[in-house]
């Protein structure tokens, strides 16, 4: 069988192919599985202490006059007084060591520029404090907390670190006295953006996306599942309108986000006078990048209800928009809601367009409404991400924690639906 | 009355219309019998009481910032006239400020503020303005009522028991739907619109010639009009070949990748492997591209950096590699998810004829679903390409700014949506060629991406006909 | 491996039904019950090319093939007939171990081809189906020329030493499918442009382009109109003089023109095999004869 012995005799190389092939292809799985691992691991190592955050006590004596009040202060004597002299009478005293000039300024470094604020707001709730001498609690400076977490080595030569030897000592003291602590990082979640990173939370920025995702929700929602409707059960074939519809929709769900950015710079900002860095002009054009995604979703939902549905319900002399919302609509809802958010989780990641309409602006208020200036969380994960400060990658890590556990949450919902309502026609 | 309480008090009358046209219907069915059934009587009055005010609300709200503006302007004495258009923008936006401290303080406490250090003609005009804006509110919510209520009273004269009202309720929602559906449209005729619209005004400022073919950028306008060497340049050319550069590193990581995932995916893997396995892979589009700049800019580029020094090449700290790697990582998904969807349409019964002619799993593949997935993967890979050109988060993080032109990947290099963002975050006129340069980028970051799209679009729908 | 046919002791006188065949329409669901029992007529051959002994294939928990033996003999035209779902299909797939591409495939019994086991774990499928041709129930030809589409195999395996004897494998193999006179001036056309009867012979062309000792065919001719499949019929009966060949079919008539020897299957199982003519006039299974006089099918 000359023939089959040719076939043989090739045989061994050609199997030595297949199985380098299927390696090639089991490889690439890997890869990419294995860079989305060191993403999220990387991620998350980074971000992981930022949820952690040193605080230091000191005995705090409210002296009336080092403050500078008189014997019966009123409320604006209270708020104008010099509580940063307090903090740092307490920390001289502590630490008489600190000479030079450099040193008595590192060593009021050693809290927060917030102890003031927080000792002032103590003092004005409760004004029998003064003349007392009372523990305190306050945030640590940056370096401080860095240090705490280990992420300074302190057998680096001096000149290499941020902390110098002096300042270890003063910590090393404090730590062998008890007076610092780690705990739970609250303020990451309360506070809104700040200069300084142990003041610097999320919560401006991530009201600033709900207003955004609520402007977006409430407009792209309607909006696209009518259009859906409207595609999938009125509109006339062939009909020229309705195919440039379908085009453009097709197109503008691959347009750059950043070209609507620059949309919503030209015509809603531009044109039309939409506060500028507001959460209104970001939903707009979140809602014009979601629609399509929506719409796209919708009408995938809406054309998996079978047409004897709508048949039945027509042959009982219901008319075509009563089949639509009475029938048509309930029935696909759940594929029309899993679209939805899926498109809404795009929207609430998206960054470009919000830096054109002026989303990154520095604000460190907390947005009231949704013509109040404002950033949004993908937003402040990039501004953060330009501070050099260790604390501040600490800080843009644990954001896009926060931001990617939303996003799972939603996907991981969005999933459930589809499970949970999948319809078995 | 603000916005949001006029549209309430438009639901509410809307309500009471509604409620109107029923009882009228419910009445003339007990004589004769109606047509439509009685609450689409009451639909149709409540939405002819809604729609004609919402549509004036609407434009009122918008338009009048403008007109309130140039009525202001236009009663300021002579010499608050002939202003530079910028020193007017800026007294403009200094008025609007103060008139907002001044709502705002006297929202608070009651109280007006007394004026510190504003000088008296911004005074006049944020009082002017302040002044303008409450008769237009009051106007605005008079002429909305009025109208509604114009509207409820003209359809309840039309009710009959022989009026079609259902028909016409469904003929407006139809309407209304439609115009939802064509919001599509608008939009892309918006963006052509505004793009264009300023990159003519920019083209004006810059020849086109220049644009598109000079090799210098930088964007530097004056800021006086006797600054020296305030003139900037416009060439483009780096920014397009820094835009091809990052796309083909990104292209040249994501296409085999993509390629080879998707053809595991789809005939190797076992079901649960598959099942596992592809939707990890699609988290990698999930992600935002925020986050995708922040790890390249951190952790990846650092890496090829030190990489590259201890291999004794010199290496920029915004290397173009790392952004292309990451990108490449991140269009991962578009490539193998298309790929994937159409080589599993390719049909079963092509794979069965080249294993009865013995050919193994890997030259089935390559000789038989390669080519016949092709047009599919093609589009797939073009799709990714304007991603990739479009992508803006990660080269904003991890690119450079300097306009080089190289093809080195090691180098710096700076891309069009880098310069878009550039330009556009900065402070700004809104007239000056810096901010116009942006669109006129954006208008060619428009036209490639459209193009791709359209390509990709039309060769991934051939194919499907091909297998239909 | 020796081959045990003691065990396969073909009953030709008891076949247990317990059904009467004075049939009626009402009767029909009775005869799909009937007890099926061994299998009827000559299922064993001396010297043939293929011995199937009690196989047994499975999906997943559902048998779809019981217990059958069957041989083929070498240069006959096995025909393969029986209703929709009686496993015949399965059965003809199992040659070549075409279910290897179905994962929750399962096959039972000893399979040989020339005496050497398909199944057994040394054997190359790959090899093995360049012995085994088949060809599909639609007509499956490649996306790529007419010629690449003959030259898939012959290139695939090494078989030409150059492009003249590439051509010339190539001319010879459409030549003797009876298409090359239709498409000698569009070689470079592709292939799925052609008709339904001409992709289904450009398919046998690229069969008999790698030579097989043994052609499978699987309903060839179903999606075909009357005058392809009278030419494809033609072409098995001469393809026949050269290889051995298996066809499964729906058309009794076409059994009856193109084979030798007729195996009916009913169920999962194999329940009368002999001379077609025999199988057509005096079949000996009650099933059979309902099957072959229409009763039901």
């Known amino acids: ?425 | 009355m603000n916005v949001t309480s006029l549209l309430l008090v438009l639901v509410s009358i809307a309500l009471l219309g509604y409620f109107g046209g029923y009882r009228k219907a419910r009445a003339l069915s007990s004589s004769a019998k109606t047509h439509s059934r009685p609450q689409y009587h009451g639909y149709l009055v409540a939405l002819w009481a809604l729609l004609p005010a919402l549509a004036v609300l609407m434009a009122w709200t918008m338009s009048q910032e403008a007109i309130i503006t140039r009525l202001v302007m236009s009663e300021l004495p002579a010499t608050a006239q002939h202003q530079s258009a910028a020193e007017r923008s800026l007294f403009i936006n200094q008025f609007k400020n103060l008139a907002q401290a001044k709502k705002s303080a006297v929202d608070e406490s009651g109280v007006s503020l007394p004026n510190e250090e504003d000088d008296p003609l911004t005074n006049q005009a944020a009082n002017r303005y302040l002044h303008w804006q409450e008769r237009s509110q009051v106007a605005r919510t008079l002429a909305v009522i009025t109208l509604a209520a114009l509207a409820i009273w003209l359809t309840l004269r039309r009710l009959r028991a022989s009026f079609q009202a259902r028909n016409r309720v469904e003929k407006i929602i139809q309407f209304i739907m439609m115009l939802s559906a064509s919001i599509a449209i608008l939009t892309t005729v918006g963006i052509v619109f505004s793009v264009l619209f300023e990159a003519l005004q920019f083209f004006r400022h810059v020849p086109i010639t220049e644009f598109l073919f000079g090799t210098h950028w930088n964007p530097q306008t004056a800021i006086r009009a006797d600054q020296v060497g305030g003139s900037g340049s416009f060439g483009a050319i780096p920014l397009f070949t820094g835009t091809l550069l990052i796309s083909l590193i990104a292209l040249s990581v994501a296409v085999p990748l993509g390629l080879f995932s998707a053809i595991y995916l789809a005939e190797y893997a076992s079901p649960r492997v598959r099942a596992i396995a592809k939707p990890v892979m699609e988290m990698l589009a999930g992600i935002p591209t925020v986050v995708y700049g922040f790890f390249a800019a951190l952790t990846v580029a650092p890496l090829i950096r030190q990489t590259a020094e201890s291999l004794g090449l010199s290496a920029s700290s915004e290397s173009t590699l790392a952004a292309g790697l990451v990108m490449g990582i991140m269009i991962i998904p578009f490539v193998s998810s298309l790929s994937d969807d159409v080589i599993s349409a390719v049909p079963q019964i092509l794979r069965d004829g080249s294993y009865a002619m013995g050919a193994t799993k890997s030259e089935t593949i390559k000789q038989v679903i390669i080519p016949a997935a092709l047009p599919g993967i093609v589009g797939g890979v073009l799709l990714a390409a304007s991603r990739a050109i479009g992508e803006t988060m990660i080269v904003v993080m991890a690119a450079g700014l300097a306009a080089n032109l190289t093809a080195n990947p090691l180098d710096s290099v700076t891309t069009v949506t880098t310069q878009i963002v550039t330009l556009l975050t900065g402070d700004q006129e809104f007239d000056s060629p810096k901010t116009l340069a942006a669109f006129a980028l954006g208008l060619g970051l428009f036209v490639v991406t459209l193009g791709l799209n359209i390509i990709s679009l039309y060769v991934v729908r051939k194919y499907r006909e091909q297998y239909e | 491996m020796t081959l045990d046919k003691t065990a396969l002791v073909v009953d030709n006188n008891n076949n247990s039904t317990e059904v009467n065949l004075t049939g009626s329409a009402s009767d029909t669901a009775d005869m799909l019950d009937m007890t099926i029992g061994e299998t009827v007529g000559k299922a064993l051959l001396e010297d043939a090319k293929l011995n199937v002994r009690h196989a047994n294939v499975f999906y997943g928990d559902k048998q779809a093939i019981h217990d059958i033996s069957l041989d083929i003999g070498k240069n006959e035209v096995l025909a393969m007939i029986g209703p929709s779902g009686c496993g015949k299909s399965t059965f003809l797939r199992c040659l070549n171990r075409m279910n290897d591409t179905i994962p929750i495939c399962r096959v039972e019994g000893s399979f040989l081809l020339d005496g050497e086991d398909i199944y057994d774990r040394r054997q190359d499928p790959v090899l093995l189906r360049s012995r085994v041709g088949m060809v599909f129930q639609k007509p499956n030809p490649f996306p790529k020329s007419i010629y690449d589409n003959v030259a898939y195999g012959v290139r695939l395996h090494g078989l030409a030493k150059n492009r003249a004897e590439l051509d010339e494998i190539v001319e010879k193999s459409l030549r003797r499918a009876g298409l090359f006179n239709e498409v000698k001036d569009d070689l470079h056309k592709p292939g799925t442009g052609l008709s339904g009867g001409q992709q289904q012979r450009l398919c046998i062309a690229r069969t008999i382009a790698i030579d097989p000792e043994v052609i499978l065919m699987d309903e060839p001719t179903s999606a075909l109109d009357p005058i392809a499949t009278a030419l494809i019929e033609e072409l098995i009966t001469e393809l026949s003089e050269k290889y051995t060949i298996a066809i499964v079919t729906h058309s009794m008539q076409q059994a009856a023109r193109v084979s030798n020897r007729t195996a009916y299957f009913h169920m999962g199982k194999l329940v009368e095999v002999n001379d077609t003519d025999s199988v057509f006039t005096t079949p000996q299974h009650p099933l059979t004869e309902n099957y072959i006089t229409g009763r039901f099918g």
């Open chain 1, 1 to 425: 069988m000359n023939h089959t012995e040719k076939i043989q005799h090739s045989l061994k190389k050609r199997h030595a192919r297949e199985k380098r092939f299927r390696l090639y292809g089991l490889l690439s799985v890997s890869i990419s599985i294995l860079f989305l691992l060191s993403l999220l691991g990387d991620i998350g190592f980074k971000g992981m202490p930022a949820f952690w955050q040193t605080k230091v006590k000191l005995d705090i004596h409210l002296d009336p006059e080092r403050l500078g009040l008189g014997p019966n202060p009123d409320q604006d004597d209270l708020f104008q007084a010099n509580y940063q002299r307090l903090i740092a009478d307490t920390l001289t005293r502590m630490f008489p060591d600190a000479k030079t000039r450099q040193q008595r300024r590192a060593l009021k470094n050693l809290v927060s520029k917030s102890a003031a604020y927080e000792l002032r707001d103590a003092v004005i709730a409760n004004p029998q404090l003064l003349g007392q001498t009372r523990p305190f609690w306050f945030l640590a400076k940056d370096d401080v907390d860095v240090y705490m977490k280990g992420r300074i080595d302190r057998n680096l030569p001096e000149s290499q670190r941020r902390i110098k030897d002096y300042q270890l000592a003063w910590i090393d003291t404090l730590k062998s006295q008890g007076r610092l602590k780690q705990g739970f990082n609250t303020t990451f979640f309360t506070n809104s953006d700040s200069r300084e990173p142990e003041q610097a939370g999320i919560r401006g920025a991530f009201t600033g996306s709900m207003l955004t995702m609520l402007v977006t929700l409430s407009l792209a929602f309607p909006i696209g599942v009518l259009a859906a409707l409207y595609l999938e059960e009125f509109a006339p074939q062939n009909n020229r309108w309705v195919d440039l519809i379908e085009i453009n929709i097709n197109n503008l769900a691959a347009v750059p986000s950043i070209v609507f950015g620059l949309l919503g710079l030209a015509v809603f900002i531009g044109f039309f006078g939409v506060p500028r860095s507001a959460p209104l002009a970001g939903g707009l054009v979140l809602t014009l990048m979601t629609l399509p995604t929506i719409i796209i979703t919708s009408r995938a939902a809406i054309k998996a209800v079978p047409n004897s549905i709508r048949e039945a319900a027509l042959a009982l002399g219901a008319s075509k928009t009563q089949v639509a919302f009475g029938h048509v609509l309930p029935l696909s809802l759940p594929g029309i809601l899993t679209g939805t958010i899926i498109g809404m989780a795009q929207a609430l990641g998206e960054t470009a367009p919000l830096l054109l309409i002026g989303m990154v602006a520095f604000v460190a208020d907390v947005p009231h409404s949704i013509f109040d200036p404002s950033t949004a969380l993908p937003v402040q994960i990039y501004l953060w991400a330009d501070s050099p400060e260790r604390a501040f990658v600490e800080r843009t890590s644990a954001a896009i924690i926060v931001l990617l556990l939303f996003l799972m949450a939603m996907n991981a919902l969005a999933v459930f639906m589809r499970k949970k309502f999948e319809n078995k026609w």
